[in-house]
């Protein structure tokens, strides 16, 4: 079945360091791929989104990259501050299928020390 | 406006007993869902429904039954509750499967 496998599980970086989140997907129909943010005791957030038909994108300190051939994708945080700390998920779909479905990686807890 | 909200926040609830989400979104989207979050907060989902009709029925046992009564509304009743339904539940909406909004979640407690 389709699957989300995402790494590192935890990462702690010094304040102003960049941050690289990986994640790899099984399914090679799947051509959207976001990324949420979810603080403690809060909603997943979108932060960046990519299509399959983009390289990359960014989004002022926020970029992410696909690689469709080796069906891998990452999320690249530069300059981190503290409030970036949070839980980081990355996602998979079929998008504008209407029996598509978000399947997301495990997350990675991503800690920015002052 | 609350683009997709869900009530309640919190429910605490015995054993055995039958309780209820609700979630509604007014972002016009065509496509709701209902997210488990587990206790190492991974994000499986439930169920999709698109205007109205079943799409997704994710291997769930038959105690958890979602209705949609329009395509803003979107409910989870859950009978006889047990300790490993413990968690926390999004709903969330999309438009034809892009940019997913999430609800503020329900935390579930079975005691």
């Known amino acids: 079945g389709e699957n989300v496998e995402q790494h590192p599980s935890t990462l702690s970086v010094q304040e102003g360091d960049s941050a690289v989140i990986k994640c790899t997907y099984s399914?090679?129909?799947?051509?959207?791929f976001p990324w949420y943010k979810q603080e403690l005791g809060k909603r997943p957030q979108l932060i960046i989104d990519i299509r399959s038909n983009v390289g990359e994108k960014k989004d002022q300190r926020i970029a992410v990259t696909l690689n469709k051939t080796a069906k891998h994708f990452s999320l690249h945080i530069t300059e981190t501050q503290p409030e970036d700390s949070a839980v980081y998920f990355c996602a998979a779909s079929r998008g504008s299928s209407n029996t598509g479905k978000l399947i997301f990686g495990q997350g990675t807890t991503l800690q920015v020390k002052p | 406006d609350t683009a997709v909200s869900q009530t309640p926040k919190y429910l605490v609830t015995q054993m055995g007993n039958d309780k209820s989400i609700k979630c509604e979104q007014n972002l016009g989207h065509d496509t709701m869902y209902w997210y488990k979050q587990d206790s190492k907060k991974f994000l499986k989902i439930m169920f999709s429904y698109n205007n109205k009709e079943l799409i997704i029925n994710e291997t769930v046992p038959n105690r958890f039954s979602p209705k949609s009564p329009d395509k803003a509304h979107l409910n989870l009743h859950i009978n006889s509750l047990e300790l490993g339904d413990s968690a926390v539940y999004f709903c969330?909406?999309?438009?034809?499967?892009?940019?997913?909004?999430f609800g503020s979640g329900t935390r579930l407690t079975v005691v």
């Open positions: 969330a909406s999309s438009r034809s499967n892009y940019g997913y909004t």
């Open positions: 399914d090679s129909a799947s051509n959207y």
